[in-house]
């Protein structure tokens, strides 16, 4: 079975502009989860989605979105990008989320300048 | 908010040496998972513990938990250069809280 995909796998974008990541989960997985991973903060949970719907979002503004298509696949979004959201963002699936082990991506590592 | 604690952060350990990686959490939970994160690497799934008392081994790595304590351990047996890696401890309540991390280097 073919892991959980990312792409684009590296990014530069400057401050200001948005960014759109995209995560094809594992075959028949429905919950995609979001993780931005910085050398300051760790590994912070972002948002969830299951069934096409969000389920859960950690504390990031409202800069931060993302959504969930039928075939399972998810999309986050930044827009207005700043500085400190230079991180590898990592996208993770599970058969039905919530406490289920999950499945990581290889993440997207993002660069504002 | 739940937090999540790991201690050490940074560990250096000769290959042949015994050590423990401790993950503290604050709040009741019932499943702890451990992952393993390679310099550069996306992570990958170690244990799950799922409930008091319970312990896992795989290789040189054995994780135990205890709920009570709110305490999960991870020991490395004879530690080997391929086991340098990061590592970190996740409690799950509605999502998963991931611990601090420690950083795993095996010295030959």
């Known amino acids: 079975k073919a892991g959980v995909t990312q792409t684009p796998r590296y990014l530069i974008k400057t401050r200001g502009q948005q960014v759109t990541l995209s995560c094809s989960p594992i075959?028949?997985?429905?919950?995609v989860s979001w993780y931005q991973q910085t050398p300051g903060q760790g590994l912070q949970f972002l948002f969830e989605?299951?069934?096409?719907?969000?389920?859960n979002k950690g504390n990031f503004p409202g800069r931060f979105s993302g959504r969930q298509f039928s075939n399972s696949r998810s999309e986050m979004n930044v827009s207005t990008l700043e500085l400190g959201d230079s991180a590898l963002y990592l996208c993770a699936s599970s058969l039905q989320g919530g406490r289920e082990t999950q499945y990581f991506g290889p993440g997207t590592r993002l660069l504002v300048l | 908010e739940l937090k999540v604690e790991q201690n050490p952060l940074f560990l250096s350990m000769q290959e042949g040496k015994n050590y423990t990686i401790y993950c503290n959490y604050s709040?009741?939970?019932?499943?702890l998972y451990w992952y393993r994160q390679d310099p550069g690497k996306s992570l990958e799934s170690l244990f799950v513990l799922l409930s008091n008392g319970a312990v896992k081994q795989e290789g040189r790595l054995m994780a135990s938990l205890d709920t009570k304590a709110r305490l999960s351990t991870l020991h490395i047996t004879a530690a080997v250069h391929d086991l340098s890696a990061t590592y970190f401890c996740?409690?799950?309540?509605?999502?998963?809280?991931f611990g601090t991390g420690t950083s795993l280097t095996v010295i030959p």
């Open positions: 709040t009741t939970s019932d499943r």
């Open positions: 075959s028949g997985h429905r919950s």
């Open positions: 996740a409690v799950t309540l509605h999502q998963f809280y």
């Open positions: 989605y299951f069934s096409e719907t969000q389920r």
